[in-house]
């Protein structure tokens, strides 16, 4: 093929992936503002009421739609607020309550859309230099990545661990002790907001990462002493420990019917607006824009809910303690067998990492659809490690990381062909095991072929 003929396909397919880029980019657009226009986005809407809660000397355990004026997240139904996380989170929330909610919302639905792009761009520099249709490429799967819809439109937190995460993981691969020492630290902060990252120190002491784990634990006490020296913050740990973690690790967000609240309250709160609505700090919204979706991601959640149903008396805290220590011995069998052979380089120790995410995703009990967007890093690694493979079983490898990431990516609808539904009703935890194995896989090939080559 003549090099002008290649030069042509070759801009004919930019092309394309710039007009698709273009498109894709607008409907994310129009979706990010109805988002912030008229979506409550409840996840915010709970951290942002727990930090009111706190600037008005409350606690953000309680849901205090009686206090005057109200304040109320726009959906609990319950005594107890639905804000799930240590005291401390909700301390670093205090800033934005002094804004207006629906300028805070703005800024939080910016922020974490420029965090996903800042961990991606991170992710990157770890690898290849992109080229334009690897950008392309990229661009389009971000904005068509349902997950990330979701995640900003609920106001999630996770594109903020995930950028925690990326950056951890791009510190522990330098060869330097403060480096490495910070890695852990933000380690332990992403613990802090998502507490199942804890499970990441198995991992560690896997890979003998003992700078990054002195960081994480002092930075776990550095922040657990901050928690209890602010005002209120030792009576809110305790509380934290003996009420809140017991009732979340029972019925995780929700309660029985004795902790309901007297709807009339509600009522009386939103006023004359539709129940289809809700109202958050004196303006009217809708609760949520995707309504239809499969939420669930763990494999924690399903196992549980059979094993109620079959009368065993067991909360999805310890089925996830249980399902991470099964499939992480599964892993160190996996280790031992495979990494310990040869040092692997920087590059598959950042795949390695995407691994230990899906065993966090696929472990906690509180995995939902939107913190899929830790799987965004395997995007970027697929695209610019595709074109370098020349390994064959790489590529078969490398295709089912592809398949997962096809199948978290895609908006479900509820409407499926019988023999897909099993797949589809699980899509989540399906797409996390996949991209889970290729990456299993493609380390193990890469390492077969370092060794054939010294030999």
């Keep these: 093929m003549s090099e002008n003929r290649k030069h042509l396909i070759l801009s004919t397919i930019n092309l394309l992936l710039i007009i ?30 727990a930090a009111q809660s706190l600037n008005a000397g409350l606690s953000p355990y309680i849901n205090n739609i009686n206090n005057k004026p109200p304040i109320w997240d726009g959906v609990d139904v319950f005594q107890h607020s639905i804000f799930l996380y240590p005291p401390l989170a909700a301390n670093l929330f205090q800033p934005l309550a002094l804004l207006p909610y629906r300028f805070a919302k703005l800024f939080w639905t910016g922020g974490s859309f420029l965090l ?14 992109p080229r334009l249709s690897h950008l392309l490429i990229i661009g389009i799967v971000v904005t068509l990545y349902f997950p990330l819809q979701i995640e900003l439109e609920r106001g999630q937190i996770d594109a903020v ?6 950056c951890s993981v791009f510190l522990l691969l330098k060869n330097d002790i403060k480096k490495q020492f910070l890695s852990g630290i933000l380690f332990s ?17 896997l890979r003998k990462r003992w700078n990054v784990i002195i960081g ?3 930075g776990g ?49 939103k006023g004359n607006v539709l129940v289809e609505y809700t109202i958050k700090d004196g303006r009217v919204y809708l609760p949520s824009y995707f309504k239809n979706f499969e939420s ?18 067991i909360n999805q805290t310890l089925v996830s303690l249980l399902m991470f220590s099964f499939i992480f011995t599964l892993i160190f069998l996996w280790h031992k067998l495979f990494l310990n052979k040869i040092e692997i380089n920087d590059k ?20 939902w659809a939107m913190n899929v967007v830790w799987l965004l890093p395997s995007v970027v690694i697929v695209v610019l490690k595709y074109s370098d493979l020349t390994n064959r079983n790489q590529f078969f490898s490398i295709w089912i990381v592809v398949l997962g990431l096809l199948l978290a990516a895609i908006p479900d609808t509820g409407n499926y062909l019988p023999f897909m539904k099993i797949i589809f009703t699980n899509k989540y935890i399906v797409g996390e095991l996949l991209v889970l194995l290729g990456w299993l896989l493609f380390l193990a090939y890469e390492n077969s072929f370092t060794l054939r080559i010294k030999e």
């Design 216 to 218: 994480y634990v002092l």
């Design 348 to 367: 598959n120790e950042f795949i390695w990492w995407q691994v230990v995410f899906c065993v966090i995703l696929l472990s906690s009990p509180l995995t």
């Design 221 to 269: 006490l550095a922040l657990i002493a901050t928690g209890l020296f602010l005002p209120g913050g030792r009576a809110m740990s305790l509380d934290y420990i003996n009420n809140v973690l017991p009732r979340v690790s029972t019925y995780g967000f929700d309660g029985t019917l004795e902790m309901m609240i007297d709807p009339g309250i509600i009522h009386k709160v």
């Design 116 to 129: 996903v792009v800042l961990c991606l761009i991170i992710v990157s520099k770890s690898f290849s230099l």
């Design 189 to 205: 902060i992403s613990t802090l907001l998502k507490l199942h990252c804890v499970y990441l120190l198995p991992f560690l002491v």
């Design 296 to 313: 669930n991601a763990t494999i924690v959640r399903p196992i549980t809910n059979y094993l109620q149903n079959k009368g065993w008396d």
């Design 20 to 49: 698709v880029f273009i498109l894709s980019a607008i409907q994310f657009g129009w979706l990010v503002f109805k988002f912030v226009r008229e979506i409550l986005q409840i996840d915010f809407s709970v951290y942002y009421t």
């Design 161 to 166: 661990i995930l950028f925690l995460l990326t």
